[in-house]
């Protein structure tokens, strides 16, 4: 396991916030901050909803686990990639709970050294339980 | 809601036009302060610097925003599924970026696609590259 950590550790919830009540006008200027003119995100009213990237705002209560913290700087990592799976669309008023997980931990060396990566999946639940989005959000550090 | 795209009118291989467009550094500080990512990385030129970097960048989360409303302007709003990406290198704004993305598979039973997406630089070169799978009518 990579900087020997403790495998127990992966799938470990470590974080639940809650967030929110997510309101129209961020709504809207998130998604008009990316050009968008569409109706369906930037009208106010019963059929607005988030821009389906508005989930990555939600970063929960804590970043990384207390025991990655210890082993990594993490003010020098890099967004290394994200992958996001949609569910039930994010309206106006709705709270985001966010559950957060260490779902992967994995090395590559390269012609500069080794470099750790980190995946922290957050998994984002609406005020009804409905599960919005999987956000895994994947940081690399040397 | 705008229809979404019929399932049927899309085949793999397929190539969506290419968007162009000017990222300016207002759009970028616009995005940052909307997405709750005000930081001088992605707002200021010397502060950026100062971090080591060639000046302001623009947050991986724009990118991949601007790429999911690029797949949508063609398939419809809530059509997006899933959207992975991997930023592989600094988006400088105050440059023209493009946008693009190609049909790989059709799924018949949930009537859904997957694609390549990539930006792209004037030059050709690939800042960011992902997949996606799109829901259709």
Redesign the interface.
């Known amino acids: 396991m990579p900087l020997d950590l403790d495998p127990a550790i992966i799938g470990q919830e470590f974080d639940r916030t809650v967030e929110g009540p997510v309101t129209a006008e ?1 709504l809207v ?2 998604a ?5 003119s ?1 109706p ?2 930037t009208e106010p009213g019963p ?1 607005l ?1 988030a ?3 508005y989930c ?2 939600f970063r929960g209560g804590r970043f990384y686990p207390e025991s990655l913290v210890k082993l990594i700087d993490v003010r020098r990592g ?9 569910g039930e ?1 994010i309206r106006p008023g709705d709270t985001i709970e966010v559950r957060s997980t260490l779902h992967e931990v994995y090395e590559k060396t390269g012609r500069t050294g080794s470099m750790y990566f980190v995946v922290i999946r957050f998994t984002l639940v609406n005020q009804r339980g409905d599960v919005v989005a999987v956000v895994d959000n ?1 940081f690399m550090h040397r | 809601m705008a229809p979404r795209l019929p399932f049927d009118d899309v085949q793999e291989g397929d190539e969506l036009a290419v968007r162009s467009l000017f990222l300016a550094k207002d759009q970028v500080r616009a995005y940052a302060r909307a997405s709750g990512q005000w930081s001088a990385r992605f707002t200021d030129d010397d502060g950026a610097r100062r971090e080591g970097l060639p000046g302001m960048i623009t947050p991986g989360n724009m990118s991949m925003g601007l790429l999911a409303s690029f797949l949508e302007d063609w398939a419809g709003p809530g059509t997006l599924r899933r959207l992975g990406t991997t930023f592989r290198g600094l988006v400088l704004p105050d440059r023209t970026i493009r946008l693009c993305a190609a049909v790989t598979e059709k799924h018949d039973t949930t009537r859904s696609i997957e694609l390549d997406v990539w930006l792209e630089g004037d030059e050709g070169e690939r800042w960011v590259l992902g997949t996606a799978t799109l829901a259709l009518a």
């Open positions: 961020e200027a998130f008009r901050a990316l050009g968008e569409r369906e995100y059929g909803v821009h389906p990237t990555v705002r890099f967004d290394a990639g994200k992958d996001i799976r949609l669309p994947r």
